[in-house]
Structures are given as structure tokens and as C-alpha cells.
């Protein structure tokens, strides 16, 4: 095998790669075997027709496309890792010789990883935004907390007060008539979720168990059902339990069965650290989405078309792959939402692009100052990917591959050209209106 390479415009390159006539000679023997058992010439039971006769009464190329598909994946494979492009796309087949006893030549069209050129990338603005945990966020936090481990708790000698869960059956009448899907039983209900439209809700405010009560109400004008859409309806509600969320005390008792700490004081203080930290990272992460989006603007990025055709189809594949955890296939989604596979391409097709000139203008930096992944840097990033995927870190790089290992390299690397980014950013305060805003 040998090849020669082309530098073609738009970040494109071709490969021009020679099979030799022996070895394209094997593909078409493998050809031939696999093909046999399929062909009949007279006088022969099927799959013992010499070659020889096959080709002379099919013609001498019958077996040239299997022969083809067997040399070409291999040959490419050999060409592409010995060029030294860094190919970021599947290539595109054109056969140029194919003919018994000589060389088998085809060319592989790719698109080859382009260089950001950067603009300014130090010093860029970013919005001054304050770390500031209050008391009030502490006790919602801790409330949320409470909330989750709260006891339902069925009540039976006092009235529906908001926020209570109202067990009942209903049903649901226009002018007199059951209407389809109006009808329910055993529904729990949360007085004040505004689950059900206009003042359901709030009518069932007052009552016990055992009461019956009528429920008007008006259903909005932009209701899907064109029969109910803006229309008075009666719903005929019975109240068959009432139940109370019970939430435990914020004492030291809960602070020592929800947290490490023994008292509330202690539990508190331990929230608070970790609210100013999620915020922080918050803060932090958005300085970097500041900073990259203002650098990617001044920067110049070729994108060959077929790079982002092939970040399209991965998204597309990680969408798929979303959907299937929650059993839905794509297929499925595409008849539920009326979507072609092409609507969804264009759909994905410029948040692709933005993730590709991301990644460009980041390694950009990074070539540009010298940052790199240390041993120090890419086993912390094993040791958190190895708690995501619950491994032992040590079983995780046992089972990568050098590619693998090389890409945790250069998503540490990207991620420290990021950090340098916020590092090297100027905070300015924040416009009047994104002010006013928050």
C-alpha cells in the first residue's frame, strides 16, 4: 500500500492510496467465497462454478465492488494513520482503477481539523457578579431538605387548607354532559399546585371528607380540546381523604439524621459553605461562557462542511441515546413530534457548530500559552470519571485504549485553556439593565 496526500481548500484534504494487484487480488478471491454459494452456471451445483467461469460468463468485474469494500476499510485505515492528518470526518470513496493483475487506486476525501486564529483572548470582559449567600437562601435550602423528608399524614377533623392533599373523585359536565377524559378517582390533589385550571382548586378550600361539591370553573381559550376551549363546566368533586405534609423540625435531632453534624448550628454552617460554593462554581462557569463566546466572536474558524456533518450525526446519536433511556426510540419521537431526520439535523446542525469552534479556539489557546495536561492533572480527571462511572480507577485505565487516554489529555488541556480565560478576564459591572434583571 502506498498513498500521496492532496491539501485541498476549506480544510479538506485527499488521499490518493494504492492497493497492490496481489493484495487486491486476495480481496477478490475473498469475494468470490463469500459470493459462490449464490451463483449458478449449468453443470454446476451451486457454490462449485469455478471463478474463472463465472467471470467470463458474468464478466470480469462481477466480483470488483465485494473485492472493493473488502481492500478499501483496511487500506484507509493504514493510509490515514500513517499521514498525519488529524481527520475529523468520514471519508468519502471514489474508486480511479480497478482492472485484473494491476493496482487497485481510489482516493479518500476528508476534512482535516483546522487552527483557530485567534484575535484578543486576554483581558476580555467579563460581568462582576457578587458570591453572596444570605440567611433566606440557607432556610430554603434547609427546607428543601425537610420537604424530602417529610411523613404524609391523612387528617380527618379539620377543613382543606391550602396546601393540603385532597384525595377525590370527579366528574366533569358541559351543559349537563359528561365530556371524555372529565373523569378521574383516587386523584391525589395539592391545593395551591394549580394542577387543574382556574379555581378548582381553591373551591375545594373548606371542605371535609365525605363532602360533596360542585366545582365550577372555565376552561382557558387556548385549550387543546376545540369542544372545552373557553367553555363553563361543572365538575362533580367528592372528598374521600385529606392529607397534611409533615415536615420535621430543623433541630439538631434532623441536622444529625439528614447531615455529619450534631447540631443545627453546625448543619447550617455546612450548607452555607456548600451554597457559596455551588455558587462560586456557577459564577465561575459563567465568566468562562462570557469569556469564550466574546473570544470565539474574534476569532476566525474555517469549518469544513463534513466536520460538522459528523458532529451533527454524534449529537443525533446522543439524542437517540437520551431517548432510549427514557423508552422512547427515535423513530417514535420523530411520529410524535411530526419532525423529519433532516429537521432534526438543520435543528442540531448550529448548536454543532458552536461546540466545534469552542473546542477549536480553546486548543487555539492553549497552543498559544504553552498549557498542557500533567500525569498530576489527567489522574484527577480519571479519579472523578471513575466515581461517574462507579469503577475503580485503576479497572478504568486498564480498560482505555491509548486514543482514550490521549482525548482525557486533551479535554484537561481544553479545560485549563478555559480556566486561563476567566484568569486572564477583566471583571466590569454588570450593565444597568441585566441589573434590574437580576
Do not use: W
Request: net charge negative; with cysteine; aromatic share 6%.
Amino acid at each position: 500500500m502506498s498513498y500521496e496526500v492532496e491539501n485541498l481548500e476549506h480544510s479538506m484534504a485527499k488521499i490518493t492510496i494504492e492497493v497492490s494487484a496481489d493484495v487486491f487480488e486476495a480481496a477478490v478471491v475473498k469475494a468470490y467465497n463469500k459470493n459462490k454459494n449464490r451463483i449458478s452456471l449449468p453443470g454446476f451445483r451451486k457454490g462449485k462454478a469455478p471463478r474463472k467461469l463465472i467471470e467470463k460468463q458474468y464478466g470480469s468485474n462481477i466480483f470488483y465492488e465485494d473485492a472493493a469494500e473488502i481492500a478499501v476499510p483496511e487500506a484507509y485505515r493504514e493510509a490515514a494513520k500513517e499521514c498525519g492528518l488529524d481527520i475529523v470526518s468520514r471519508p468519502e470513496i471514489d474508486i480511479v482503477e480497478i482492472e485484473s493483475g494491476k493496482p487497485f487506486v481510489f482516493t479518500a476525501t476528508v476534512a482535516v481539523k483546522p487552527e483557530a486564529k485567534l484575535g484578543q483572548y486576554k483581558g476580555i470582559e467579563v460581568d462582576k457578579q457578587e458570591v453572596k449567600i444570605l440567611a433566606a437562601d440557607v432556610n430554603a435550602e434547609i427546607d428543601r431538605v425537610r420537604e424530602q423528608n417529610s411523613r404524609i399524614m391523612t387528617v380527618d377533623d379539620r377543613e382543606i387548607e391550602m396546601n393540603d392533599i385532597a384525595v377525590i373523585d370527579y366528574e366533569g359536565f358541559l351543559d349537563g354532559v359528561p365530556f371524555e377524559g372529565g373523569k378521574g378517582e383516587d386523584y391525589s390533589l395539592t391545593i395551591g399546585s394549580h394542577t387543574f385550571i382556574d379555581t378548582f382548586e381553591d373551591q375545594l378550600i373548606g371542605k371535609k371528607p365525605g363532602d360533596e361539591v360542585d366545582v365550577n370553573v372555565t376552561f382557558p381559550e387556548e385549550y387543546h380540546s376545540e369542544e372545552l376551549k373557553g367553555k363553563p363546566v361543572t365538575f362533580k368533586v367528592v372528598i374521600k381523604e385529606v392529607k397534611v405534609k409533615e415536615l420535621p423540625e430543623a433541630d439538631d435531632e434532623f441536622a444529625s439524621e439528614v447531615s455529619e453534624f450534631e447540631t443545627m448550628k453546625e448543619y447550617k454552617a455546612s450548607v452555607k459553605k456548600m451554597l457559596t460554593d455551588r455558587r462560586k462554581a456557577q459564577v465561575n462557569a459563567e465568566k468562562e461562557d462570557q469569556a469564550l463566546e466574546k473570544v470565539m466572536e474574534l476569532a476566525e474558524v474555517e469549518m469544513p462542511g463534513p466536520m460538522v456533518e459528523e458532529q451533527v450525526s454524534q449529537m443525533i446519536n446522543e439524542f437517540a441515546s437520551r431517548l432510549g433511556q427514557q423508552g422512547l426510540s427515535i423513530d417514535q419521537y420523530m411520529q410524535m413530534t411530526g419532525m423529519q431526520p433532516q429537521m432534526l439535523m438543520d435543528q442540531m446542525r448550529p448548536e454543532a457548530e458552536k461546540r466545534i469552534k469552542s473546542r477549536l479556539v480553546l486548543e487555539a489557546v492553549a497552543k498559544a500559552e504553552n498549557i498542557t495536561a500533567t500525569e498530576e492533572d489527567i489522574d484527577e480527571q480519571l479519579k472523578k470519571m471513575a466515581e461517574m462511572y462507579h469503577m475503580d480507577v485503576e479497572k478504568l485505565k486498564e480498560s482505555m485504549g491509548e486514543e482514550d487516554k490521549k482525548q482525557v489529555a486533551e479535554d484537561v488541556m481544553v479545560e485549563k485553556a478555559a480556566e486561563f480565560l476567566v484568569k486572564e478576564s477583566v471583571e466590569v459591572e454588570a450593565a444597568a439593565e441585566e441589573k434590574e434583571e437580576e
